[in-house]
């Protein structure tokens, strides 16, 4: 009887106490999730630009066909003819003339496109002579030259440098030298790499490069400055609310081209295994962190500010898939192995956008 009255007791003693920690429990429960989803949307809304790329990403890998070329939405109107001139639209009306002015005549100009431009192109020659061809065939190893002799992107690294809080007219001035130079040096420095291959390949039309850079570019920025004469637009697009809209029209623009992009890139494929195009992953995307951090280390040895430092480097290090990429096929249209020639540029695409991000994310604080 005394087992039995001492088992009764345990069992309502357990009971009892189970009870009570339910009941105390249920309300630190409730705050912690309370605390968990302001967490979450607080990141969600801190990293809503890498998220987008990475559902983006996803989107493209499970149907390729909604958003490619060859789509009934037409992204190229959204991406092209209309996105990027869009773009520099928006940043162009954000932008004060003694600003834009003044980035022009910046002595920083000089050595971010010295480093975009000559000193990318020869570490990668470099490179080819003696670590490249270890680790890829002889295509690949042509295909790193042909990025690293790109100029920059003509909308990524403004978007970046915006979500970075760093100096925009710096990106946006880099942005327009870097591809109108790159009009004329980019093909020198192919020219330079293959001199065979350029020889029986087709003539770039430098002429219509230039006057779709110059549609692309140089009128929407002039339309921006134009339309900042205009005191209630000015007054709208200076507002922390017409900001905060530039800011997100871009930002869904972007969205847009890398979506599109990655659309192509699985519906076409590039033509090389997984292992090698996982290699070749690594390889740009540690390049381009090198790239990167010793620009941001040159530039600040030049008295760069923080802000204008990562508007630099992320110039720099930006290769643009938008103006390499009809350019490569357009030179070496009928190549057998031009799907390899353009594979790193492929790869780097995606890779420089996700990592563009985390470094914007890092860079924010310290631009503030």
Not at 8 to 30: E, I, N
Not at 134 to 158: D, E, Q, R, W
Request: glycine residues 8%; positive net charge; charged residues 10%.
């Amino acid at each position: 009887m005394g087992r039995d009255l001492g088992r009764d007791l345990g069992r309502d003693l357990g009971r009892d106490l189970g009870r009570s920690s339910r009941v105390l429990t249920v309300p630190a429960l409730a705050s912690r999730s309370r605390a968990l989803a302001s967490r979450s949307r607080a990141f969600a809304s801190k990293n809503s630009f890498l998220l987008g790329m990475l559902g983006s990403l996803l989107l493209s890998y499970c149907r390729p066909e909604l958003f490619n070329n060859a789509s009934p939405l037409r992204p190229s109107l959204l991406t092209g003819a209309v996105g990027v001139p869009l773009i520099f639209l928006l940043s162009s009306l954000g932008l004060p003339q003694q600003q834009l002015l003044g980035s022009l005549s910046s002595p920083l100009n000089l050595p971010i496109q010295l480093t975009s431009l000559l000193l990318i192109p020869l570490a990668n020659l470099l490179l080819s002579k003696a670590v490249f061809p270890k680790l890829f065939p002889p295509p690949l190893v042509k295909g790193l030259l042909l990025l690293s002799a790109l100029p920059t992107t003509v909308n990524m690294c403004i978007a970046l440098t915006t979500a970075a809080n760093g100096s925009v007219p710096t990106a946006v001035m880099s942005a327009v030298l870097g591809n109108l130079l790159g009009v004329l040096v980019t093909p020198l420095w192919f020219a330079f790499f293959f001199s065979k291959a350029s020889a029986a390949a087709k003539p770039v039309d430098l002429a219509a490069t230039f006057l779709s850079l110059s549609r692309k570019v140089l009128l929407p920025m002039l339309a921006g400055q134009l339309l900042r004469l205009s005191p209630p637009l000015l007054s709208r697009a200076s507002s922390p609310r017409g900001k905060r809209l530039s800011k997100s029209a871009s930002e869904a623009i972007l969205l847009a081209i890398v979506w599109n992009s990655f659309s192509n890139a699985f519906s076409t494929g590039v033509g090389l295994s997984l292992p090698l195009a996982l290699k070749l992953l690594l390889t740009t995307g540690a390049l381009h962190l090198l790239y990167f951090h010793s620009t941001r280390l040159l530039l600040a040895s030049l008295s760069a500010s923080p802000p204008e430092a990562t508007a630099g480097s992320f110039a720099a290090s930006q290769k643009t898939l938008a103006f390499g990429l009809p350019l490569i096929r357009t030179v070496f249209a009928g190549d057998p192995l031009l799907p390899l020639y353009c594979a790193p540029l492929m790869i780097i695409h995606p890779a420089q956008l996700f990592i563009g991000g985390v470094l914007a994310g890092r860079a924010r604080e310290k631009n503030v």
